[in-house]
């Protein structure tokens, strides 16, 4: 059975960093594409980074360009995004995703889901 278990969310003032860990039980992530999703209140879930370590491939939504960065740490399963110089459009609920591969931008090209982290940047 996988299992995607996220952390490391939380509340932080604007100009801050979090950093978010999706630990997966189940599956590996030397052959899986993981995506990050967020959802703000009142608005769609939308990409926002993905990697795969087979293909050595990151990608990252505009907007967080500069700011975010996501790595795997194979040893621990463990994927990672680095959240720096945070704003108050941040504010989501951050989802880490798996599917067989590389990562997709589209929701609906993943098989796992966690649970989900808030993330909440005050201005």
């Known amino acids: 059975q996988v299992q995607l278990v996220e952390s490391g969310g939380g509340l932080v003032q604007a100009g801050g960093s979090l950093r978010l860990s999706c630990v997966a039980s189940?599956?590996?992530?030397?052959?899986?594409?993981v995506g990050w999703f967020r959802q703000a209140p009142g608005k769609e879930r939308d990409f926002v980074a993905g990697i795969s370590w087979i293909y050595g491939s990151t990608r990252y939504t505009d907007s967080v360009k500069g700011r975010f960065t996501t790595s795997v740490d194979t040893a621990k399963n463990t994927v990672y995004l680095q959240m720096n110089n945070l704003k108050s459009e941040d504010t989501a609920v951050y989802y880490c995703a798996s599917r067989k591969g590389s990562f997709s931008v589209a929701e609906d090209d993943y098989d796992y889901w966690g649970q989900g982290t808030q993330v909440t940047v005050s201005s």
């Open positions: 189940g599956l590996t992530f030397r052959g899986y594409g």
